[in-house]
């Protein structure tokens, strides 16, 4: 059974940084490209970032491209997602995916940028 456990959310401030990462067990990352999806309330999933199968090209949205750095640790089968200048638009539950629609993904982790 595939499962992603996404961690590292929270309650930030307008132009702070998280972290986020995702465990992902049940099958060998370096077969899969990883997604990062998001879905602000009432709002649709979103893509917003992808990262190769062994992490040598990475792709964004326009609307976090220059903030939102993609990376992966191949030893312990992760996939990061360094955020910066984080908005208040940012808001949204986070997941990671194993496709760019994000029909395969994790729980989710909740990130909330306010003042």
């Known amino acids: 059974e595939v499962q992603f456990m996404e961690s590292g959310g929270g309650l930030v401030q307008p132009g702070g940084s998280l972290t986020l990462a995702c465990q992902v067990t049940?099958?060998?990352?370096?077969?899969?490209?990883f997604y990062w999806v998001r879905q602000a309330p009432g709002k649709a999933l979103e893509y917003v970032s992808q990262?190769?199968?062994?992490?040598?090209?990475?792709g964004y949205a326009p609307f976090v491209k220059g903030r939102f750095t993609v990376s992966r640790d191949t030893a312990k089968n992760m996939v990061l997602l360094q955020m910066n200048s984080l908005q208040i638009e940012d808001t949204a539950v986070y997941y990671c995916?194993?496709?760019?629609?994000?029909?395969?993904r994790g729980q989710g982790t909740q990130v909330t940028v306010s003042s």
């Open positions: 049940g099958l060998t990352p370096s077969d899969y490209w």
């Open positions: 995916a194993t496709d760019p629609a994000g029909e395969r």
């Open positions: 990262i190769s199968r062994y992490g040598t090209n990475h």
